[in-house]
């Protein structure tokens, strides 16, 4: 079914997807076969949406109350069945999803979510309400993030991990509740990260996860290091955070 919505150029519907009034979707996307979105969604080009999949159902939170609320979604997305993304609580609030991302079967992101770019999401990983995703992070099959947590850009948060606070950029987590292991290597070398930008990152590493400090005079040593966009994105991170970060590191 086809309501008040703006179609793009070159757009292909499948039959028995439902679109509903003030949907935008841009050139060159595809929506596939049993695809629910509601309204107010604004869909970027280049996307391909899977069957099944429903963007901008009503959030899981008893605060909402049909206030209109909006999801959008950038460009160059892949979109696997099942995957949910929920409109936002609060009225005028977005619910986002940047451009370049990659989501597997089942993913769930739920209300007020703000995603990056360049982010892939394995199987049945679920961003729980107001969780912030920076850029190029992974996710493993069946991460399960706590609502308002934010994760850093190049981190990756292994498969069935639990994660309840902040994961800090560059590094790797993994259990539950989620624990860091190590830098992250491989991101850091397939996005060119160069060999004085890797060393950084182990640096601040070992400040944070092997001096056993307090969150003050971990900035502090933070401070010390000679200036760079690793050592400060990440003090940034660390200054920024609500939740609080994670300091446990995993042991075997």
Do not use: W
Request: charged share 20%.
């Amino acid at each position: 079914m086809l309501a008040k919505a703006k179609i793009g150029q070159n757009v292909k519907i499948s039959p028995y997807a439902v679109i509903g009034d003030n949907v935008n979707i841009g050139d060159n996307t595809e929506i596939r076969e049993f695809v629910v979105i509601r309204d107010n969604v604004s869909i970027g080009s280049n996307n391909i949406i899977f069957p099944h999949v429903t963007i901008g159902e009503e959030p899981q939170d008893r605060s909402f109350t049909n206030e209109i609320s909006f999801v959008e979604i950038g460009d160059n997305n892949v979109i696997r069945e099942n995957v949910t993304i929920h409109k936002p609580v609060g009225l005028n609030q977005v619910t986002k999803l940047g451009n370049n991302n990659f989501l597997m079967v089942g993913v769930h992101l739920a209300h007020n979510v703000c995603v990056g770019d360049g982010n892939t999401f394995a199987n049945s990983v679920s961003l729980a309400g107001h969780t912030q995703v920076g850029n190029y992070v992974t996710f493993g099959g069946a991460a399960q993030i706590h609502q308002h947590s934010r994760i850093g850009d190049y981190a990756m948060v292994g498969g069935l991990a639990g994660v309840n606070l902040d994961v800090l950029p560059y590094m790797v987590f993994g259990g539950i509740p989620a624990k860091v292991i190590t830098s992250n290597r491989v991101a850091l070398k397939k996005y060119a990260f160069t060999q004085q930008e890797r060393a950084d990152v182990m640096t601040a590493f070992k400040i944070i996860y092997d001096m056993n400090l307090s969150i003050p005079s971990m900035l502090e040593e933070l401070e010390k290091l000679p200036e760079s966009r690793i050592t400060k994105n990440i003090f940034e991170f660390i200054i920024n955070s609500k939740r609080g970060i994670i300091t446990q590191k995993y042991s075997k």
